[in-house]
């Protein structure tokens, strides 16, 4: 089938004939082979979020998928056409604007569509005799004599073509002017991002446990946000501050990091804070030391409490956007914009679901490390909640014809004993939108820009690749420093698959006649780090360099902090006609390979993800595959031993993957999206309140009989005898209580469901 869509049968064996069945029906067929006797019982708890949003429009077409703002404006304008009361909702939603109550672009004495129209033509032909670079303040007196408030532009120009646009609404709606009027609103002026698991900060972070591309996303939007924010309320003629607060945890055992600072202002902003606040234990001390993402979920619902407080004390009211990142951002995210009453949007940036083959089905066996019980069960109330879904690729939405999505796999599924979804999220919702990240330009630009290249770092560098000595932050050398190199970069972890790349290069002798191979990853000595899985891969990489004899022909750097100087290190790689290699089982973005690209590199990546779209393969990079090791190895060496036999192929690489980078994938365009989603799913969200609100209903109950439960299952940090608990009979206890709690659930669902 096409990506997002499916259609689930049952094949008769005696015949071959097929029956069409529901996906409740699937479920429940593959329940038996896990838990026979849940999926025979008929209250066994169910969900159906999908039963909720009947009267939602949605996409249908699996190529408009992830393009939910165009759909969203072509239905307001299908909706609002027509008679002029039809319009009436849009007035109301035009009355709520202000600013620390301050009325935005009409007040109070317009009370209809026809006195808004007039006022709109009074005006426009008022601005029309002006010089176009008038300053509103010289009219605005007269502005106010029709009712309309500042926030219409700062020039006459400006007003003027923003009166005509609404003009052009009101008249008749169209899907081109609907979006272009509300990426006008003021309606965003400060925003909460949350991001909470890890060491949150801006030196002497990456690499450390749960702390990667996700901080250097977020501060690079941060920093986009900011600078649009800036131009946009510059253009609307007001003069407001704006804020963003990128929330995370307060850290007290910092390891010489800043994560033990409460309030700290983002590099390179002029508005943009970072706020701590600490996780606290069950006495309500603050819990000092780092804990897992995986572990985090007992403290979560508090850190909500703890964060609202401070938000609303900063911002000195309520912010006009909240967006979360990951599992434990969006579920705080869905509690603070549910009970605070604000615009939400989520970004996944991995979903775990999809990292553990079978982890949903076989939750019981992995819940006592990884408590994917918890986790899945907070990604399905934070997609249901959100308002906005922000996506990098098509992919990691619905994924492709072989492989579904991300979310897709989120659409229907089972963990036996605990839940069914007959419905979890549907990708064709208009709620999920594609918004690519680009990579910082300041620190990364092409290798061949020498003017900006900084010289003064190449001694470290040089020492960094090649010494020949052991140390703290490297082993391993490159006994011939004139080969290419293959570079990689990213945490140590199973899923980023560094030690699969090592294991590439270990048996492929073409290869390693060809080049050096150099990973940037994790920690060198086991007994230093305390993530399970990076024990795990960094015994695994000692391994594979003994058994495949690589010392002479890689070097393994510690994992990196220092951005800048990254940057660099990525364009001396490519001094050396080297490439860059990202072999992640599954990438939902891959940010290092836009780092790579943007400075010249050409780059091999993934073929699961993101990565896939990013590049055009064989033009602009390439793909490879992360589960055939040998074939990825085999395509490597060709462009090698292509490069070697004609150089100018190197360079033709090199420039398409910039020229497919300026194209597609820069903060701007990024933070222009993000902030016009945030101005009309505002609006839209109006238009369906009575659903949304029996939506909601429905979450606030399976998160307080379903979520909760869970998360109390989970031992909290230092809680040894807890820990001992949960490694015994964690989840059998979680399945006791679940059951509990899912006739209730089950029953009081149908007295909602009757209700809608």
């Known amino acids: 089938m096409n990506p997002g869509i499916w259609e689930y049968v049952k094949v008769h064996s005696d015949d071959l004939s097929v029956e069409g069945i529901t996906p409740s ?23 159906d979020f999908g039963a909720l949003d009947l009267s939602t429009p949605h ?182 501050t704006p804020k963003i607060l990128v929330l995370t945890r307060l850290i007290p055992d910092a390891k010489g990091t800043k994560c033990n600072v409460e309030l700290e202002p983002v590099e390179n902003t002029k508005y943009s804070h970072i706020l701590r606040v600490p996780f606290k234990t069950e006495d309500g001390k603050d819990l000092r030391q780092w804990v897992s993402r995986f572990d985090i979920y007992p403290y979560l619902e508090r850190y909500a409490q703890d964060s609202c407080a401070k938000i609303l004390d900063i911002l000195e009211g309520k912010p006009d956007l909240i967006i979360g990142n990951y599992t434990d951002g969006n579920l705080v995210a869905s509690l603070l914009s549910n009970k605070l009453c604000v615009t939400q949007g989520t970004i996944a940036h991995a979903l775990e679901k999809t990292k553990y083959e079978d982890s949903d089905v076989k939750w019981r066996e992995m819940d006592q490390k990884y408590h994917f019980s918890c986790q899945f069960t907070a990604d399905m109330i934070s997609m249901n909640t959100s308002d906005f879904i922000i996506t990098s690729t098509y992919q990691e939405i619905a994924g492709s014809k072989e492989k579904p999505g991300q979310y897709e796999h989120h659409y229907a599924f089972t963990m036996p004993g605990l839940c069914r979804y007959a419905t979890g999220i549907n990708v064709f919702d208009p709620k999920f939108n594609i918004a690519a990240p680009g990579a910082d330009q300041s620190i990364y630009f092409p290798f061949t820009q020498k003017q900006k290249r900084l010289t003064d770092l190449h001694p470290q560098i040089d020492e960094l690749l090649y010494s020949k000595d052991d140390t703290d932050e490297h082993i391993g050398y490159l006994a011939d420093r004139n080969k290419p190199i293959i570079f990689s970069m990213a945490r140590l972890d199973k899923v980023k698959n560094i030690t699969g790349l090592v294991e590439w290069y270990g048996q492929n002798k073409k290869l390693r006649d060809l080049v050096n191979l150099v990973v940037v990853a ?235």
């Open 59 to 240: 996409l249908t077409l699996p190529s408009s998928i992830g393009n939910g703002l165009q759909f969203v404006s072509k239905f307001m304008s299908s909706k609002l056409g027509g008679k002029p009361e039809s319009m009436k909702p849009l007035l109301d939603y035009l009355l709520t604007l202000n600013y620390r109550g301050e009325k935005l672009m009409i007040n109070d004495t317009i009370d209809t569509v026809s006195k808004l129209q007039t006022a709109l033509l009074l005006a426009e032909v008022f601005v029309s005799g002006l010089p176009k670079y008038t300053p509103y303040l010289k009219f605005e007196q007269r502005f106010q004599e029709w009712g309309l408030e500042k926030g219409w532009g700062d020039t006459a120009e400006r007003c003027k073509e923003t009166l005509n646009c609404l003009s052009e609404v009101l008249q008749a709606p169209d899907p081109t002017n609907m979006e272009k009027f509300f990426s006008r609103v003021p309606s965003i002026f400060n925003i909460v991002i949350f991001s909470i698991h890890g060491y949150f900060g801006q030196e002497k972070v990456l690499g450390l446990p749960d702390t990667g591309g996700q901080v250097v996303y977020i501060l690079d939007q941060v920093r986009a946000m900011e600078e649009e924010l800036l131009q946009r309320i510059k253009q609307q003629g007001l003069h407001v």
């Open 522 to 756: 994790g920690l060198l000595d086991a007994s230093q780090s305390k993530d399970r899985e990076e024990i795990e891969e960094i015994n695994k990489m000692h391994n594979l360099m003994d058994r495949y004899q690589l010392k002479g022909q890689i070097r393994w750097i510690k994992a990196q902090t220092d951005r800048v100087r990254n940057g660099e290190l990525y364009r001396c790689i490519a001094d050396t006609k080297g490439a860059f290699v990202q072999p992640a089982l599954y990438e939902a973005f891959g940010l290092t390979v836009i780092e790579a690209m943007n400075c010249g590199l050409p780059t091999f990546a993934t073929n699961q993800g993101g990565p896939a779209e990013i590049i055009i393969d064989g033009v602009s990079g390439f793909h490879v595959n992360p589960i055939n090791g040998r074939e990825a190895g085999i395509k490597i060496a060709d462009f090698f031993q292509k490069c070697k036999e004609d150089p100018s192929y190197w360079n033709k690489v090199s420039t398409a993957g910039l020229q497919r980078i300026y194209e597609c994938y820069t903060w701007k365009i990024y933070a222009t999206r993000v902030l016009n989603m945030g101005s009309t799913y505002s609006f839209w969200k109006t238009l369906n309140k009575e659903e949304r609100q029996a939506k909601q209903r429905y979450l606030q109950i399976f998160y307080n009989v379903q979520y909760r439960n869970l998360a109390k299952a989970v031992a909290r940090a230092g809680d040894q005898q807890a820990r001992q608990t949960t490694t015994g009979v964690a989840p059998s206890e979680i399945v006791k209580a679940a059951d509990s709690d899912a006739k209730d659930l089950n029953q009081v669902s149908r007295a909602e469901a009757s209700s809608f």
């Open 25 to 47: 029906e699937y479920l429940k067929f593959k329940e038996t082979l896990y838990d026979e006797k849940w999926a025979k019982d008929d209250n066994s708890l169910e969900v």
